[in-house]
């Protein structure tokens, strides 16, 4: 394997590593006993087995902790490793330093652009919001006072849930600065410091992001069971969570800019706050710092809640001073009112932090990354 991009621009071809610790763990929703097999290349264990969706778990490596893993990998594993001589193991390492390649900024010529993103004094171009995009200007009229909280249901049984935005940090417009709750590389924001969005644009077809692409079958091979499950206590899947997990072109398209975090779709789970509701787990932090899932209140209505605790597990009896047992906590939060809008808004902010990062100017932003980006930009012009 070789990598490029360290900080001397060095080309490196890493050494030797022990054969149970050098694969990733292979992961798929098509596999229940995915754990046991070692994740080899395209789409394939080392065993042989293939499925269009498998990928190395972002949760670790593979090899030599359990009893039940596939011996097949295991020894597709050690016929590898046998192929390294014996002068390249123990921390043999090859590294050559690449050439630089040139940067427009170190010309001694160079004028930064006024509108660079990434600078606090920016200047936006004329920013359209309302009908142009689905970012408003302002809170609409009609809405409530921010009071921290929002609520899944009507009436005397609803679910009221403590709320907030779980988000990277956008640049120096809204930094990672710890004020709030934080799961590993995501902080807790209120909701009335992000920016307003026409919610009822959203309509659960997503057509603020182009073609989303056909079904895939084996996509509906993971929803189709979860729907059957959730209609048989009379609960719908909404048809915007079937289309982000199913469909061609949306299939992992967070997982694409989420720095890490990961689709991995578990459910129908029973709600720590209601009996009678269900979640399903659909998105989390590659460490499970902070999972994602779609909350669904017996009333029919949902939305998406997070939670810095894996409701798919079983908890572990954990004890107090005492001896007493000490029940895990169980907290979980609202962050959006559907699918969709969740979608919308973390690519939203992970596009804009990835334009930061490349230094582009804010002219050429999409108008729906402009009309979001203006709202942390003091002055910026709407129309």
């Known amino acids: ?140 009229a009609n ?10 249901g009507d009436g005397p049984e609803a679910v009221c849930l403590p709320a907030f935005w779980a988000g990277h940090g956008i640049g120096p417009y809204r930094p990672y600065d710890e004020q709030g709750r934080t799961f590993a590389w995501f902080q807790a924001y209120p909701l009335e410091t992000i920016p307003p969005l026409d919610e009822e644009s959203f309509v659960g077809d997503f057509a603020w992001f182009g073609e989303v692409g056909d079904p895939l079958d084996y996509r509906t091979a993971v929803t189709d069971p979860i729907a059957a499950d959730l209609a048989r206590d009379g609960l719908p899947l909404p048809a915007d969570f079937v289309a982000l997990i199913t469909r061609a ?41 902070i999972m994602w899932y779609l909350y669904l209140h017996h009333s029919g209505q949902s939305g998406v809640v997070c939670s810095d605790w894996d409701f798919t597990l079983e908890p572990e009896l954990r004890y107090g001073p005492d001896d007493e047992i000490v029940l895990p906590r169980r907290e979980i939060f609202w962050t959006a009112p ?37 709202h942390y930009v003091p002055g910026s012009s709407s129309e």
């Open 249 to 289: 072109n949306l299939h992992r398209c967070l997982d694409r800019v989420g720095g890490g975090s990961w689709t991995d779709v578990i459910g129908p789970l029973p709600s720590p706050v209601d009996p009678a509701d269900r979640m399903v787990l659909f998105f989390r932090d590659q460490q499970s710092c």
């Open 1 to 140: 394997m070789t990598q490029i991009g360290t900080p001397d621009y060095e080309i490196s071809r890493p050494g030797h590593c022990p054969w149970d610790i050098r694969w990733e763990a292979a992961w798929t929703d098509m596999l229940p006993d995915a754990g046991r097999h070692a994740y080899g290349y395209f789409h394939k264990t080392l065993c042989g087995i293939e499925k269009p969706d498998m990928t190395g778990s972002q949760f670790g490596m593979w090899g030599g902790a359990y009893s039940d893993e596939c011996p097949d990998c295991t020894a597709a594993a050690l016929a590898i490793d046998a192929r390294w001589p014996e002068e390249r193991r123990d921390g043999f390492r090859v590294s050559v330093p690449a050439v630089p390649q040139p940067r427009p900024e170190d010309d001694a010529g160079y004028v930064q652009p006024v509108d660079e993103l990434g600078r606090l004094d920016i200047r936006l171009p004329q920013t359209p919001t309302g009908p142009e995009t689905r970012v408003l200007a302002g809170s609409p």
């Open 338 to 374: 559907s699918v969709e809008i969740f979608a919308y808004r973390f690519l939203a902010e992970a596009r804009l932090v990835l334009a930061i990062h490349d230094k582009k100017r804010a002219i050429e932003l999409d108008p729906e990354l402009l009309a979001y980006l203006a």
């Open 143 to 152: 809405a409530p006072a921010e009071d921290g909280f929002r609520q899944i």
